[in-house]
Structure formats: C-alpha cells, structure tokens
C-alpha cells in the first residue's frame, strides 16, 4: 500500500481498532520514499515527497474499518546528556554542534546517538554521559546561520557563553 501522508495520531482513534506498526529508525523519520513491512506483514510503500515534517511516534499513516497502521520509532543506543547549568548546556551543545551531530531534548536531558569518540570527549571534559538505550523522539530542530572562521563576528557559542555571564 502507498501512503502519502499522516492521518493523525493513535490517540484521535477509537481504541476498537486493531494496531497494526510500521517499525523505523530514527534516521529514517524524515525521509521521503521508504519501503517497509508492517508488524502484521502488509508491505508499505512511504511516498511524502510534498510533505516536509518527520514522521514521529504514534502517527497514523493508514487506517481502515478495523485497523490502524502506525509508527513505531525502535530504541537505539544512546548517549544521554543532562547539564546542570546553563554554561554546562551551551558546552555540550557547542561540543555536539561543532560535530554536526542530530541531537534530541527529552525529560530535561540532550539525547544523541551514541558513538563513543563523543562519549570520551564529554567524560574528558567533566561531563557525565550515559550510555543507554532509548527512542529519539523529539529533535532539536536548530538553524545556523552561515558562519566564517577567524572574522570579527562573535561565534554562536561566544555570544551563549557572554549571555550566561550577562544573565
């Protein structure tokens, strides 16, 4: 079956109808065509070429009289981050940024997928990550402007680090 875009939410169907899942990595949220297998074996064919917003858990991306067919985002390793000041966060989200990393905001911690150069990196610099297992649901939807190395303009990370000393 061909979906072209979300129907809704879990919740805003009656609890009557069978959930059939369609399982996707993290990675594959935002993409445009993907082909998958649902839990209960129907093939799903994802073509959201007009739609610009990432799947996320508990969409609804195809329903009929008795079931709904829904994402599952599957847990991956990750390295889980949660700063106890404001100058500890603009480090850690510099440190993430600088590497052009995804990063994710749950339950008041910095979520990233784990790989462990980054993981030795925050431990070196006083930081204390945890490695665990858990879903990216909620990224961090950043933009950067475009920026040049050894101008007069104040880095992003300058301009953070002088409003914790301001604030």
Known sequence: MVIQK???KKADFPPHFVVDTVSLEWFETGKKILHKRSALGKE??????????????DDVV???EQT????????????RIQPKTMYAMAQVVYEIG???LPLFYQDDCLLVPFEKPLFQVLQAA????????AKLLHPLKTTVAPHGHGNNNPSLFSRILQMTQNG
């Open 68 to 79: 709904i067919c829904v994402i599952n985002i599957l847990p991956c390793n990750v390295i």
């Open 126 to 133: 006083g930081f204390e990550p945890i490695a665990e297992t």
């Open 98 to 100: 600088n590497k052009h």
């Open 6 to 8: 979300v129907l809704g």
């Open 44 to 57: 799903i064919v994802l073509k959201r070429i007009n739609e610009t917003a990432a799947l996320e858990q």
């Open 62 to 64: 195809n329903s009929d």
